[in-house]
């Protein structure tokens, strides 16, 4: 890490924490709001075979996640908080950078897809074998269905009944839209306006080559779990992440050194971590992504002592971790 020098990036990170958004706003009685016209989406379950390009056999949903069941009734908060306000936004008029936090907030936290359990055997259910919802466009191409609700999923309902879901990690949903057979994933379909289809080409690049800290990212989705914090050390410990930069260049235009961006708050000296290069970009201030090893990173932590934390993914939501609580990860070697 000695090619790298730090750069104060206070002034665009004060900005961009005040305008944090992440925290879950107070619930609203659904009881108390006028009735509303749900918008009709045409959903045809079927499922994916990752050998074929038609959707034909079921796919095996992660063991971890809950066995498919009826969807919760309306008044069930968001499953998905911060990807179904990054929806909102881009439904308010937002432009690119509006689409780049969907994108963003798209690979934390559980999303809901659908499914019918209609003729799946006992043994496919226990085994997690079943159908999902897809939309086929005019064109024939297929596009897995996800919600961040179970209030969203209810917008589906049809005159036979309530809708069955099952959730699943997001990032598990993204990576199957990008398999054989889908041509990418519509996020709340049934949602009149705050809605998004996510292309498969997009959502590959969305992943890069791999390096995305995923379980870094999730741990950070809200509703935040109460061992966040720990889950988030960890993940940096076992993963490394990505740290913001530009080059310096001399005055013969060559290259010398790396600045890399810190955050102050206060008294406080903490470097930006991040979980992927979208979350750099999301920033806007024009910074190169580079990949960094867990022992890198620690390297770096242990190398200057006036460092006195991290803040992980400042664009939000976000978490800042004091040095004290970085110990998991300053011990990598």
Known sequence: MGLFSKRN??????????????????????????PETVPQVSISVTTVNAAARTPEAPVSVP????????????VEPDSNVDLAQALTALAEGGDERA???????????????????????????????????????????????AFTSSRELEKTRTADGPVTGVAVDAVWALRQATGDGYAGIVLNPADGKASAVVPKTLIVRLFGDGRNNDLAKQ???????????????????????????????DEDGNRKTVGIAETRLGDRRLLEVFTSPIEIAALGRGDDAYPVTAAELAAALRSDEGITGIIVNPAAPWLDVDRAQLAPLLDVR
């Open 219 to 249: 741990a950070l989705a809200q509703p935040r779990e109460p061992d966040a914090l720990q889950r988030l050390v960890a993940a940096l410990a076992a993963h490394g992440g990505f740290v913001a930069g530009r080059a310096e260049v």
């Open 9 to 34: 990036a206070s002034d665009a990170r004060s900005a961009a924490v005040e305008a944090e958004t992440s925290a879950p706003e107070d619930e609203v009685d659904p009881a108390a709001e006028a």
């Open 99 to 145: 689409m780049m936090h969907v994108l963003r907030q798209s690979i934390q936290g559980k999303l809901l897809l659908s499914t019918s359990l209609d003729g799946v055997s006992e043994e496919d259910k226990a085994a997690g074998r079943i159908p999902l919802g897809v939309h086929r466009d005019p064109e024939g191409a297929v596009y897995l269905l």
């Open 63 to 74: 063991a971890a996640a809950p066995a498919p069941a009826r969807a919760p009734a309306p």
